[in-house]
């Protein structure tokens, strides 16, 4: 599973590089809003940093302001994809989108159904919301299996991104059912790091080790 961070944050994404394991990045306008640069900008400085897939979305909602801002987008650097919302104007946009050669992520996907629609519409990307279901009472994790059910069922060649993912378990269930990737905050990608038997294993390799070699005298 490619890992992506959910984050316009430059000093998280940064950090997240300097690990090796980030695939890409993808942004919402809440998330560009939070940095307070101009989209175009952020996701410029992002591209320097991360050498994989960044989505960056678009604020229109009527199909054809959604192509040219699409368009424009992905002029910014090769590593774009454009973020269409699941709307009837945003399939319409992404169809259009990805007859160019421009690759589109879809956004906002709350269903089976909606999944199926933008996979039609030629979608790089599909990004179904795990956590906002589960805020709900849905179970999210419930929609990605579906997805990738359906997806392997027919072939489609769009990826299933699990978006919205809310900590650990989220991560691990949508690797279990089969999301190409898996797009986390950097909080949720550092916690998976963490293990009491990892710490309190190397305390006692390192407090073994050096009661030999650095602790006796005779040893040196
Ligand atoms: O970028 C889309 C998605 O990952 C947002 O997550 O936590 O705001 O529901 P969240």
């Known amino acids: ?27 919402n306008p809440s998330l ?17 940093i991360v050498d994989g897939d960044i989505s960056a979305e678009v604020i229109s909602v009527e199909a054809g302001a959604m192509m040219t801002e699409g368009r424009k987008l992905a002029k ?20 259009a989108l990805s007859k160019e050669g421009i690759r589109v992520n879809v956004t906002l996907c709350f269903s089976a159904g909606q999944a199926l629609l933008a996979a039609k519409a030629g979608a790089y990307i599909i ?9 709900v009472g849905a179970v999210g994790l419930d929609l990605i299996r579906s997805i990738t059910q359906i997806y392997r069922n027919y072939g489609y ?9 809310r900590g650990p378990l989220h991560v691990i269930d949508s690797a279990m059912a089969g999301a190409h ?40």
């Open 1 to 27: 599973m490619k890992f992506f961070l959910d984050t316009a944050n430059l000093d998280e994404l940064k950090k997240g590089a300097s690990w090796g394991i980030v695939d890409g990045v993808t942004t």
């Open 32 to 48: 560009i809003a939070k940095e307070g640069r101009p989209i175009e900008e952020q996701v410029r400085m992002i591209c320097d």
């Open 76 to 95: 910014i650097h090769k590593n774009i994809v454009v973020k269409c919302p699941l709307t009837r104007e945003g399939i319409k946009a992404t169809s």
């Open 127 to 135: 990004s179904p919301f795990v956590g906002r279901l589960d805020d």
């Open 157 to 165: 060649k769009t990826q299933v991104l699990a978006a919205s993912l």
């Open 181 to 220: 990737i898996g797009t986390m905050p950097f909080k949720v990608m550092d916690m998976l790091f963490n293990h009491p038997l990892t710490d309190k294993g190397l305390e006692q390799f390192m407090k073994d080790y050096n009661k030999v070699f650095t602790e006796t005298p005779a040893a040196r």
